[in-house]
């Protein structure tokens, strides 16, 4: 009974984590109609973004000179096309973006040296990995998505496939696909009660994913924005008659995805180390947003704890009965028992299509 | 009298067709005719040159028996996706099923080669009509997730059910064989495949002009009214993920017999990609497609290839730890561009090409 209740509880944990994964898949396709399967490679993206910020991790010049130089011809781009700033303003503000982003993976923050604390530090990096990652979203947002406005969404759906390969080996070729010891010293909060013993870092992963979570909520049900967000969600065309640049809507959403993803990888680098592998991780919110319904936030949270109780259960009980890395199957086939019984998952919109 | 034009046009370009029967025909131009006359007449003196020792070499047949399973592989899957308009992410897990029914009856019960090509497609065109079972009630991305599922879940089967497949160590085959013909070198297993490879096209370009395959394009253009006109969609899906399922399966008993092995690394889920990639980058809908993203995808690796040996010969020996990530870069930016800029795919560019050289010497034909 005790094992079975301290089981659950690594499972809960966990399953914020991936609940969190759910509602990025969950609020871009809301906004778009399409499923972002490169949410493993944002994962180990905005992990990377963080790490370098955090532990003070620099790059070869010939590494991050053209990183520097696709900076500034994004920002130029963004801002020129997009935003229709005079050219005299984008050139040179872009020129500057690349070259601080250039001076940063060059010669570092140094953030290590400029703050001892280990927690202050990660205060101040967090927020500034998140915004990177951020960034990286929209970046991808505008070169891969927007061109399809207007095309079906599985189009856009097979675009997030290749950009996943993309992105991936991207990250292989600029962090290569060794392993980085990820610790981050965060203060230990590690419970103990008699027989239960949780430990610290995946209460924190808890913790910060649940208030994340949170933050996205009161984000979309309280804000002016989130209020655009979910007209446009409801309807594109209507949403643009009211006056709602749905375009701009989209780059906010997927920026939005982009950073809490990078939330939960830089919790699930910190159960372990951090690399390229570790991508399928981001996978596993399939599963969660398929038990939850495609289209519901709140479903995302109860199919994230879930797929997590599931996985801790069958890691606990069926592994030992000789079935080796069971665990990483397990969600994937109560995945398809759920679309055998009910396909458009627990708190789904049922769309009826007899045919 | 006749112009030029008029003449040049009925001889060598006319599409117009007068019956039902002549449009269904395989090759409907004269152009097209041409054009597969010459690829045959292009093989064979390939073949015989290369008994002589002039040409291809064992290597370049490796890669075309490459190109070739690859491509009777996508073939079921074009007849899938681009016929059906099913999305399947599981074809490499279909391909995987193939491959290790193959290695088993060779190497359990001594099924002779061809025999054990044919039991693996019908193994796997059953496990497509498993799959194919939940496309009743979901369909597009869920579906799409649907395949994804039984991707990992035949790659975990694979890997940990060691008394059946064992595990990651694979299953080693002996060299192929034909009715006592021995098919070990190349050369020879690439005739064995272009032959297999043709019989399979036409297998796929019957199914698509007849009653099958406008039933197929009927539910991937409207599926109510598909129903509405009396097609029975769920047999029809099931058809069609069993028709596709058994052309990876008889691709992965081939890919097998190429590698003389059954490893669980073929099968992986980012074979499955490549080979959506295959479709995509073809052009969706047309088996000719097939041919030209086959080709293009399975060449892609091997050029990238020699221009990194070529940098790390020249430049830097620690280059060729980069081949793997490139690899994967060059994979998802093709299926970026493509979907972004041309969605028809080679296809789509081949067509145009082909009309212009149809009326080569003027600008258009006069009507």
Request: glycine residues 10%; neutral net charge.
């Amino acid at each position: 009974m005790i094992d079975l209740v301290q089981t659950l509880g690594s499972g809960i944990l966990v399953g914020l984590v991936y609940a969190l994964l759910g509602l990025c898949i969950v609020i871009i396709f809301k906004a778009s109609e399409a499923f972002n399967f490169a949410i493993g490679e944002f994962l180990i993206l905005g992990s990377f973004l963080f790490y370098v910020l955090f532990f003070n991790e620099t790059l070869p010049w010939h590494r991050a000179l053209p990183l520097g130089a696709l900076i500034f011809l994004f920002f130029s781009y963004v801002l020129f096309f997009d935003i229709s700033a005079r050219f005299l303003i984008a050139l040179p503000s872009g020129l500057v973006t690349g070259f601080l982003i250039f001076c940063v993976l060059f010669f570092g923050l140094n953030l290590p040296s400029l703050v001892p604390s280990p927690l202050l530090r990660f205060i101040i990096a967090f927020p500034l990995g998140l915004l990177a990652a951020g960034i990286v979203g929209s970046m991808v947002e505008r070169i891969t998505i927007k061109p399809l406005l207007g095309r079906s969404p599985i189009s856009m759906t097979i675009v997030t496939l290749g950009l996943g390969f993309f992105l991936r080996g991207c990250i292989q070729l600029i962090w290569g696909s060794h392993a980085y010891p990820f610790f981050l010293d965060l203060p230990d909060i590690t419970i103990e009660m008699g027989d239960f013993l949780f430990l610290s870092d995946p209460i924190w992963a808890g913790i910060l994913s649940l208030l994340t979570f949170g933050l996205v909520i009161v984000f979309l049900f309280r804000t002016r924005w989130g209020l655009a967000i979910r007209a446009t969600s409801e309807d594109q065309a209507k949403a643009m008659a009211f006056g709602i640049n749905a375009r701009f809507i989209l780059l906010i959403v997927w920026a939005i995805s982009a950073l809490c993803i990078a939330v939960a990888g830089i919790m699930i680098s910190n159960f372990g180390a951090l690399q390229v592998g570790m991508g399928f991780v981001g996978l596993r919110a399939i599963p969660v947003v398929l038990i939850g319904g495609m289209d519901s936030i709140g479903g995302a949270l109860v199919g994230g704890v879930i797929v997590g109780m599931c996985e801790a259960l069958a890691g606990a009980y069926l592994e030992p009965m000789g079935l080796i890395g069971f665990k990483d199957v397990a969600p994937y086939i109560l995945l398809l028992i759920v679309l055998f019984i009910r396909p458009y998952g627990l708190f789904g919109t049922v769309r009826i299509e007899r045919v | 009298m006749r112009s030029f034009s008029e003449i040049y046009s009925d001889y060598f370009s006319s599409t117009a067709v007068y019956s039902y029967r002549e449009d269904e025909r395989i090759f409907r131009t004269r152009f097209m005719r041409v054009w597969f006359l010459i690829l045959l007449i292009a093989v064979a003196i390939t073949l015989v040159a290369s008994m002589f020792g002039i040409g291809a070499n064992e290597y370049h047949y490796f890669i075309g028996n490459l190109i070739l399973v690859n491509l009777i592989a996508a073939i079921g899957l074009q007849l899938l996706i681009g016929f059906t308009g099913l999305l399947s992410l599981g074809h490499a897990a279909f391909m995987g099923v193939g491959a290790y029914t193959s290695a088993l009856l060779i190497t359990e019960f001594g099924c002779p080669f061809i025999l054990s090509i044919l039991v693996a497609g019908l193994m796997a065109a059953l496990f497509g009509i498993i799959v194919g079972i939940p496309s009743l009630r979901i369909k597009g991305f869920y579906l799409m997730v649907a395949t994804l599922a039984f991707q990992f879940v035949i790659e975990y089967t694979i890997i940990h059910w060691d008394n059946l497949t064992r595990g990651i160590r694979g299953i080693e085959l002996p060299t192929p064989d034909l009715f006592g013909i021995s098919l070990q070198k190349n050369q020879a297993y690439f005739l064995f495949l272009f032959v297999l490879a043709i019989f399979f096209m036409w297998g796929a370009k019957n199914i698509t002009r007849s009653k099958i395959g406008r039933a197929f394009i009927a539910i991937r253009d409207n599926d109510v009214s598909a129903e509405i006109i009396g097609i029975s969609i769920f047999r029809y899906k099931l058809l069609s993920f069993a028709i596709s399922a058994f052309y990876a399966g008889v691709g992965g008993a081939l890919f097998a017999g190429l590698l003389r092995t059954a490893i669980p690394e073929e099968y992986v889920f980012i074979n499955s990609i490549i080979f959506l990639a295959m479709v995509l980058v073809g052009g969706l809908g047309r088996l000719v497609g097939t041919v030209f993203g086959v080709i293009f995808v399975t060449l892609v690796p091997v050029l990238l290839d020699l221009l990194v040996s070529f940098i790390a010969r020249v430049y830097d020996p620690n280059f060729t730890m980069y081949l793997g990530p490139m690899k994967e870069v060059v994979f998802g930016g093709l299926i970026i561009l493509f979907i972004i800029f041309e969605p028809e795919g080679l296809v789509g560019v081949w067509i145009r090409i082909r009309d212009y050289f149809k009326i080569w010497p003027l600008p258009y034909i006069s009507e």
